[in-house]
């Protein structure tokens, strides 16, 4: 059940909604009072949070930038997460925004980081078809001639959470020596380095799919849409990562 209400609730940590909300309640109301700081209220959301350099501040404050992978060792597996394919309408797995996931741990093993690939991520739709994630990415990484003798994964988790307790018992009796290098997005990272450390998993970071990255120009400060619409995996992010944290202690 907390599954699914929180995949409903997490639509409103979205400051387009915050802006909606205030500008509807600023037509409703009879009150002019009101009126005027539902208005203002919701000009400012907009102001702040479609400002590209003030997104920028903060992701260069929270993402974890830096890969700490030593080119002078090799690791028994990197173990990426899902999130870097989606399911289309026909039930066929296609790469999305965060399909660099896909390409640094194909990096990690041609350049001989890393012995093994773990892919961990079933199906996290509301609704979910027989499409699994993990295996179709299994089957992309096969059509690449990497055999099935170095790729495991588990196709059953629905969220970081989930992730990290799977591979762990997906890993136990493989003989693979950690630390294991830890592949996803690196606005994401921060959280799940956390939720792996209390699954008891030794991991290392490499972060990818950097969306803020870049050089400050005078066109950040211009309302940008992108910005707005970047935000809501942010404050997703802060949220989820506070709840993890304050169950840890």
């Known amino acids: 059940m907390y599954y699914y209400v929180s995949k409903i609730l997490i ?16 037509f409703a109301l009879s009150n002019k009072v009101l009126k ?4 203002i209220l919701s ?5 702040l949070f479609s400002n590209k350099f003030l997104l920028k501040q903060f992701a260069s404050r929270w993402d974890i930038e830096a890969s700490a992978v030593d080119h002078n060792k090799l690791y028994s597996c990197a173990i990426v997460l899902g999130g870097m394919a989606s399911e289309d309408k026909n039930a066929n797995g ?14 990690l093993k041609t350049t001989n980081r890393v012995s093994n690939i773990f892919v961990s991520g079933g199906n996290n739709s509301l609704n979910p ?32 959470l989930e992730n990290a ?28 380095l956390l939720i792996f450390k209390n699954a008891g998993i ?8 950097f969306s803020t990255k870049g050089k400050i120009s005078v066109e950040d400060f211009i309302p940008s849409l992108e910005a707005l619409g970047t935000w809501p995996t ?14 840890s202690q």
């Open 234 to 247: 942010y404050i997703k992010e802060i949220f989820a990562y506070s709840i993890v944290r304050v169950k």
């Open 202 to 209: 030794e991991v290392i970071p490499h972060p990818c799919n």
């Open 165 to 192: 307790a799977l591979t762990r018992q997906t890993l136990e009796g493989k003989n693979l020596k950690p630390p294991y290098v830890l592949v996803t997005s690196a606005f994401h990272m921060r959280r799940a």
């Open 43 to 47: 000009t400012v959301i907009f102001i």
């Open 94 to 107: 296609f790469f999305n925004g965060a399909s660099d996931r896909f390409i640094q741990v194909v990096k």
């Open 129 to 160: 078809s027989s499409w699994i994630e993990s295996t179709w990415v299994i089957n992309e990484l096969k059509s690449l001639n990497f055999p099935d003798s170095i790729l495991l994964s588990e196709t059953r988790s629905r969220n970081t």
């Open 36 to 39: 005027k700081r539902f208005l």
């Open 11 to 26: 639509h409103f940590l979205n400051p387009f909604i915050w802006i909606l909300i205030f500008l509807i309640l600023s």
